[in-house]
């Protein structure tokens, strides 16, 4: 059974930073991609950062570029996202999603990710 939980998530203000965990079990966790996705209120579930299972290759929605940054360490079966220069439309639920295969790195769909951790709310005031 694969396992995520988010940690890190909590209120912000405009132009502030904040630094979310996914910390992962039940997987093969250096092989398979991982992803960030999020959901702001009464919006469907979107794509916000994508990495390889070796950390080498890191896919980004045009939304976070430049302001969000994936990485992972896998010794620590962990994955971050540092969200920069934080805006009031970041604020969502934002998830953590292991990916299907290990060749589905920076795939944007919710379709390829089959494990999902329960959310961590994320609220940028203006």
């Known amino acids: 059974q694969v396992q995520l939980v988010e940690s890190g998530g909590g209120l912000v203000q405009a132009g502030g930073s904040l630094r979310l965990s996914c910390a992962a079990s039940?997987?093969?966790?250096?092989?398979?991609?991982m992803a960030w996705f999020r959901q702001p209120p009464g919006k469907e579930r979107e794509f916000v950062a994508g990495?390889?299972?070796?950390?080498?290759?890191?896919y980004y929605a045009d939304s976070v570029k430049g302001r969000f940054t994936i990485a992972r360490d896998n010794a620590e079966n962990t994955v971050y996202l540092q969200m920069n220069s934080l805006k009031p439309d970041d604020t969502a639920v934002y998830y953590c999603?292991?990916?299907?295969?290990?060749?589905?790195?920076?795939?944007?769909?919710?379709?390829?990710?089959?494990?999902w951790g329960p959310g961590t709310q994320v609220t940028v005031s203006s």
């Open positions: 990495i390889s299972g070796a950390g080498v290759h890191t």
């Open positions: 039940g997987l093969y966790f250096d092989i398979y991609p």
């Open positions: 999603a292991a990916a299907r295969s290990p060749s589905s790195a920076g795939v944007t769909t919710t379709l390829e990710y089959h494990a």
